[in-house]
């Protein structure tokens, strides 16, 4: 198989660096390119925002601030690169041609974001289309999609499998409630649904195990298109 690994800044950095997450997830991904072609996207999370919203306090320029996101996404991926020693790519890829460039020399291409406007979940959703990939790996701060916020409602329900069009619903509601995100941004979901991607959404404690979670054994919710 042909899979791209979407892991939340957040997950990889949540204040610092979690070092032991950071070496398991390396053992994992390792591992599992023993037997798949993996891809991976890391996000920028709670330190790109930090920087974000300092930079408000400065300039009012949204494009401006996107691309401080994109540089702390890829000073996230550079860690991860360490982390993988040799058998990652050892730059940041910035272009998705590249990324397969890389998979060609047996290789793990790490990307973090790529341009204005757009987050890294949505980075990660064009590279699979790109790629055709048979999964996309979506590893955030929160276990699966649920019908409403887990984190302000405690009845939220957990829903172990839905379809694109059902996420892509999910995420502009989510969007469209006043300081709301979800676990993937709206247009990430739609190029989801575009490209008829089989995704996995799952949170930290799964990622530990990611060989057993591209099996489909994991906790997580199932995009299946």
């Not at 996000?43 to 919203?53: D, F, H, N, P």
């Not at 998705?96 to 060609?104: G, L, N, P, S, T």
């Not at 955030?140 to 694109?164: E, H, M, W």
Request: aromatic share 8%; net charge negative; charged share 25%.
């Amino acid at each position: 198989m042909r899979i791209v690994f979407d892991i939340g800044g957040s997950v990889l950095v949540p204040d610092d660096p979690d070092i032991d997450f950071i070496k398991a997830i390396a053992y994992e991904l390792v591992k599992i390119s023993e037997d798949h072609e993996v891809a991976v996207v890391v996000g920028g999370g709670k330190v790109a925002r930090k920087y974000i919203k300092a930079a408000k306090e400065f300039t009012p320029n949204e494009t401006f601030k996107d691309y401080i996101g994109i540089h702390i996404t890829r000073a996230n991926a550079m860690l991860l690169i360490a982390a993988l020693g040799e058998k990652a790519y050892p730059f940041v890829i910035q272009d998705f041609r590249k990324a397969w460039e890389v998979i060609q020399l047996k290789k793990i291409p790490i990307m973090g974001g790529t341009h204005p406007g757009h987050t890294t979940d949505a980075v990660a959703a064009l590279l699979a289309e790109y790629l055709q990939a048979d999964l996309l790996v979506v590893v955030t701060n929160v276990d699966g999609v649920y019908d409403s916020d887990p984190r302000k409602n405690p009845n939220a329900k957990k829903l172990d499998r839905i379809t694109p069009e059902e996420l892509v619903e999910i995420a502009m509601e989510a969007e469209s409630k006043a300081g709301g995100s979800g676990v993937v941004d709206a247009l990430a979901a739609k190029f989801i649904q575009r490209g008829r991607i089989r995704t996995y959404i799952v949170g930290k404690e799964d990622a530990y195990h990611l060989f057993d979670v591209v099996k489909g054994r994991h906790n997580g919710t199932v995009v299946e298109p």
